[in-house]
């Protein structure tokens, strides 16, 4: 048994903020490779939402704000695996199956990286350009301790030294943008 992220919808703005939304409980991988040709300068709207806070689910190939760690059968990982090695074939190029593979085992053993946590526990990425390079930071979330005074599910730990300036984006733009 091994650990996958896996999709994650608390509420409805992932329908917003991207382009195609996961749906919850696909496996997914950060997805980082998907914006590789892309100028991350000049991104705008909704492409820029998944390249700036999207995982990319296994199933849709739509994005996810948070994913959870979640056990995974060798048939499930093998079944994410070989969707994203078609989806880097037919979406990206990639010479031949095998080197598609090769490039989805890299993808899926560096998702697996990310959950050496309980299951259970919330993933959010936050990804960023420094110095000509993409930067991905991964946060996690776990539940608090069950106590009646404390209405909170998840906790959030500022961490010194990473302070973005916080963006604020105009969601009725985002979704009146064309899908």
């Known amino acids: 048994m091994t650990k996958l992220p896996r999709t994650l919808r608390l509420d409805a703005s992932d329908a917003v903020v991207f382009d195609r939304a996961a749906a919850p409980g696909e496996w997914a991988v950060p997805g980082g490779f998907h914006f590789?040709?892309?100028?991350l300068e000049a991104l705008a709207g909704k492409r820029r939402q998944a390249f700036r806070g999207g995982f990319l689910g296994l199933a849709s190939f739509g994005w996810s704000t948070l994913v959870e760690v979640a056990e995974a059968t060798?048939?499930?990982?093998?079944?994410?695996?070989?969707a994203l090695a078609r989806h880097i074939r037919d979406a990206f190029g990639a010479p031949d199956d095998a080197a598609a593979r090769t490039a989805a085992e890299e993808e899926i053993a560096f998702a697996e990286s990310l959950c050496e946590?309980?299951?259970?526990?919330?993933?959010?990425?936050?990804?960023?350009?420094?110095?000509?390079?993409?930067?991905e930071r991964f946060r996690?979330?776990?539940?608090?301790?069950?106590?009646?005074?404390?209405?909170?599910?998840?906790?959030i730990v500022a961490t010194e030294g990473e302070e973005d300036a916080p963006e604020h984006p105009d969601l009725t733009r985002l979704a009146e943008e064309p899908r």
Do not use: C, K
Request: proline share 10%; aromatic share 4%; net charge negative.
């Open 140 to 155: 996690t979330l776990h539940r608090r301790p069950a106590d009646r005074n404390a209405l909170p599910v998840f906790s």
């Open 74 to 82: 060798p048939a499930e990982r093998e079944a994410a695996l070989a």
């Open 117 to 135: 946590h309980p299951p259970g526990t919330v993933i959010a990425v936050a990804r960023s350009v420094e110095d000509g390079a993409t930067r």
């Open 36 to 39: 590789w040709d892309d100028d």
